[in-house]
């Protein structure tokens, strides 16, 4: 079983390793590439963002270890029709170390987010992920809204939510209806 949890500042080590973890998997960090400077600027930006609420973090424990992260950040558009506020919501550095896989862990973190999210002024939550994680997020509502090409050449799909209201209403390209979860 495991444990839920907002994280906090001593979590700051463990963040980090994940956040690495996340990036070796996903070949941001090549070979033998040396961390140290990553690791360190990652250190700096969680000790700055983290204290005033522009980094949030969950995690997830078992045995007192923590095994799996999920990050929130909050920003600013102009207004829009739906959305007068602007506030939208990213999630962000979904990583489950692999022998904690597949135990449902990861989908808790993205529940404990949407719940958070919900109740803030955000209308619109968003993520990318490759298209082999994107069932996860798909099993919670997101749908896939466009592909992002980054500069490597790798394809993303960006996936999002609009919150209406008490519920969520998942926004589908080229329908002009809305669905309410």
Same mark, same amino acid.
């Given at each position: 079983m495991f444990n839920l949890r907002q $994280?906090? %500042?001593q979590d700051l080590e $463990? %963040?980090?390793? %994940?956040r690495l973890e996340l990036l070796r998997e996903a070949s941001d960090i090549k070979g033998d590439s040396d961390t140290a400077n990553l690791a360190e600027a990652t250190r700096k930006y969680l000790g700055e963002k983290m204290p005033l609420g =522009?980094? %949030?973090a969950w995690v997830a424990e078992v045995d007192n270890q923590i095994v799996a992260t999920s990050g929130l950040v909050f920003f600013e558009r102009p207004p829009y029709n739906g959305n007068l506020s602007g506030l =939208? $919501?990213?999630?962000?550095?979904?990583y489950t170390i692999p022998m904690y896989r597949g135990q449902g862990i990861a989908t808790a973190l993205l529940k404990e987010i949407i719940s958070f999210v919900r109740v803030t002024e955000a209308k619109r939550l968003w993520l990318h992920t490759t298209e082999n994680d994107k069932r996860i997020y798909e099993k919670l509502g997101f749908v896939s809204t466009v592909m992002v090409y980054r500069r490597r050449h790798r394809i993303e799909s960006a996936l999002r939510a609009n919150f209406y209201g008490n519920g969520i209403s998942w926004f589908i390209p080229f329908i002009s209806s809305f669905s309410t979860w």
């Open positions: $994280a906090n %500042l $463990a %963040l980090i390793q %994940l =522009e980094f %949030l =939208e $919501a990213y999630i962000m550095n979904v």
